[in-house]
């Protein structure tokens, strides 16, 4: 079956689902969004909507180009920051599932140069624990705040397996063991770290013999039809491309935004993933039919299962492989939520968030072009608007 023939079935599919609203709750759902994005000041904002492991709308607002007035489409690819860690994950488990990596195996056991915590070198570091970020390695944000190609643009010139090297391994131009390491045991203390995320994108280079980007893209991106999705820049073939945005405090009554630079980093698999929602909806309708895309059985139901459970429960509680049971961190939210398995992105111009429930095969996305800087805007998008699609979903209605 072509690309295209694919597409086509999935644009009808999306289609029948949006019938099954009626255009006055669609109505409605455009004007509490365009509110809530003019009042959180974000320049331009594309969202999905999932209903029993299917997408039934998508919506756009705003603009992808601000300066340019070039306006968001539902094709429009969005950075996507820290929701990419999700689909490095994934990749973990499929060389899990095949057989090739251990989960609760010391990666010293795949790489080729050794790496572990210098404050307890005897201790194994697993890529369980990288995917919790449990393992005891800690991220040196000055360092890697650095790295990113803001001035000029583009992808970074460094390699992944440069980057792992030299912040990891003694001698390397990147390595502190004060910075980069934790004073604690592995399994015992969380510290959110993207570097543990590229190590586990370089473990994939290592065991699969491929380029992870070429991985992902074989063994994710192609069997969920994930046609708009890329980690480098230099692989998209048009121009829209959402460009990261900063909003400018100004006098006048209307909101203004600045560009920036399409930028990336050496550690890319920690959040350099460009897509749109509809391709991300793919990967998350994965997960909500048990591992099946379009009755094809692509991933074993316990390997979901697993994906979704939380793993270390006395020192972790609400942690699973890569996705959080508590990533709004506010007890007034979850009064009124339940605790779903969600993820957030923070990069400079980006803001991205995803929560689902696989009990009821439900959930949304929502991805922005513009750091939420304010209280306000930071409760609009990451509760406000997640509650809005969540509670929309399980009523199949807009009130």
Same mark, same amino acid.
């Given at each position: ?139 040196? @944000?000055?360092? +890697? *705040? =650095?790295?990113? $190609?803001? %001035? &000029? ?25 004060? @910075?980069?390491? +934790? *004073? =604690?045991?592995? $399994?015992? %203390? &969380? ?209």
């Amino acid at each position: 079956m072509s690309k295209v023939f694919k597409t086509f079935i999935m644009v009808l599919l999306t289609l029948s689902a949006v019938m099954d609203m009626n255009a006055q709750s669609l109505k409605k759902l455009d004007k509490y969004f365009k509110r809530k994005m003019n009042k959180a000041n974000i320049a331009g904002m594309q969202m999905a909507l999932i209903k029993e492991g299917q997408t039934q709308w998508i919506g756009s607002y705003g603009y992808r180009d601000f300066e340019s007035s070039l306006p968001v489409n539902d094709n429009t690819l969005f950075m996507i920051a820290s929701c990419s860690k999700p689909v490095t994950a994934l990749g973990v488990l499929r060389l899990y599932e095949d057989g090739l990596l251990d989960l609760d195996q010391d990666i010293n056991a795949y790489l080729p140069f050794k790496i572990f915590n210098p404050n307890y070198p005897n201790t194994l570091v697993t890529c369980r624990m990288l995917m919790t970020h449990m393992s005891s390695f800690k991220d040196n @944000t000055e360092t +890697m *705040n =650095a790295l990113y $190609t803001m %001035e &000029k643009g583009g992808d970074s010139p460094e390699s992944l397996e440069s980057f792992v090297k030299n912040y990891f391994v003694e001698g390397g131009k990147y390595y502190n063991q004060e @910075t980069n390491f +934790m *004073n =604690a045991i592995p $399994t015992t %203390e &969380k510290s959110y770290c993207n570097a543990g995320y590229a190590l586990l994108g370089y473990i994939i280079e290592v065991i699969s013999g491929k380029s992870f980007n070429e991985f992902i893209a074989e063994k994710i991106f192609e069997p969920l039809d994930m046609t708009s999705s890329y980690w480098f820049l230099s692989q998209i073939k048009d121009d829209n491309i959402s460009k990261p945005h900063e909003y400018v405090e100004n006098d006048s009554k209307t909101a203004h935004y600045k560009t920036l630079n399409h930028y990336g980093y050496p550690d890319y698999p920690d959040g350099q993933l460009r897509t749109n929602v509809a391709d991300y909806a793919q990967f998350i309708n994965l997960i909500l039919n048990k591992g099946k895309h379009n009755g094809i059985q692509l991933f074993k139901e316990e390997t979901i299962t697993e994906f979704l459970k939380v793993q270390y429960p006395e020192t972790n509680e609400y942690q699973a492989l890569a996705w959080n049971y508590n990533e709004f961190d506010n007890w007034i939210y979850y009064l009124l939520m339940a605790r779903l398995p969600s993820h957030t992105g923070v990069d400079p111009g980006v803001a991205t968030v995803v929560s689902f429930d696989p009990e009821k095969k439900m959930g949304a996305i929502i991805f922005s072009n513009t750091l939420t800087t304010s209280f306000i805007g930071h409760k609009i998008f990451y509760q406000e608007m997640m509650k809005k699609l969540l509670k929309t979903a399980e009523r199949n209605k807009i009130n």
